[in-house]
C-alpha cells in the first residue's frame, strides 16, 4: 500500500469512526453511549449502537446504575441487523467507538469479519486480544484526527 493509500484509508477510517460516534448518540444507555458501523465493499452495510433488545423498555440502567444483563453491544446489534438482511458481514471493517470486548470478538470472528477500526480503548482488552490472535487487523484510531 503507497503512502497516498494509508493515508486515504486513515481518512476513510476517521469519517466512519465519526459516524459510528453519531449513531451512537441514538443509544439510551447512561454510562457509555456506543456506535458501530459495519462496511463492506465501500458501502455501510448495517449500524448499530448499545441498548436494550426489540420491545423492551429502553432503559439500560439499574436502579444502582448498573448495565442491565440483557443490554445489547453496539457490535451485536450491528452483526445481528445483517443477519435479518440479504447480506452478509464476510470481509467487512467493523467501525466502533470502543474497543469490542471478549464477547462481541467472538461475534466478529464467527461473522467474518477481516478488520476492526475503534476510537477508545475498553478497559479491559481480551476483546482485542482474542481478535488478533485470529488475525483480525485492529487498527486505533483518534476521531479527532484532522482530514
Same mark, same amino acid.
Given at each position: 500500500?503507497?503512502?497516498?493509500? @494509508? +493515508?486515504?484509508? *486513515? ?10 460516534? $453519531?449513531? #451512537?448518540?441514538? &443509544?439510551?444507555?447512561? %454510562? *457509555? ?5 459495519? $462496511?463492506?465493499?465501500k458501502m455501510i452495510i448495517s449500524d448499530g449502537y448499545n441498548g436494550t433488545p426489540s420491545g423492551f423498555e429502553n432503559?439500560? @440502567?439499574? +436502579?444502582? #446504575?448498573?448495565?442491565?444483563?440483557? =443490554?445489547l453491544h453496539a457490535e451485536a446489534n450491528a452483526i445481528t441487523k445483517v443477519a435479518k438482511s440479504a447480506n452478509n458481514?464476510? #470481509?467487512?471493517?467493523?467501525? =466502533? ?7 462481541? &470478538? ?8 477481516? %478488520?476492526? =477500526?475503534?476510537?477508545? @480503548?475498553? *478497559? ?7 481478535? %488478533? ?11 479527532? @484526527?484532522?482530514?
Open positions: 500500500m503507497g503512502a497516498y493509500s @494509508e +493515508e486515504k484509508q *486513515r481518512q476513510l477510517d476517521c469519517r466512519y469512526l465519526r459516524m459510528a460516534s $453519531v449513531w #451512537g448518540e441514538n &443509544s439510551y444507555c447512561v %454510562r *457509555r453511549q456506543v456506535g458501530a458501523l459495519l $462496511v463492506k465493499d432503559v439500560c @440502567e439499574d +436502579e444502582n #446504575g448498573n448495565t442491565k444483563p440483557y =443490554v458481514c464476510e #470481509g467487512a471493517t467493523l467501525y =466502533v467507538t470502543t474497543s469490542p470486548c471478549l464477547e462481541c &470478538s467472538k461475534l466478529i470472528i464467527q461473522a467474518g469479519i477481516k %478488520r476492526v =477500526v475503534y476510537s477508545s @480503548e475498553y *478497559r479491559i482488552t481480551d476483546g482485542l486480544d482474542l481478535l %488478533r490472535k485470529v488475525g483480525i487487523e485492529c487498527v486505533h484510531r483518534n476521531i479527532e @484526527e484532522q482530514l
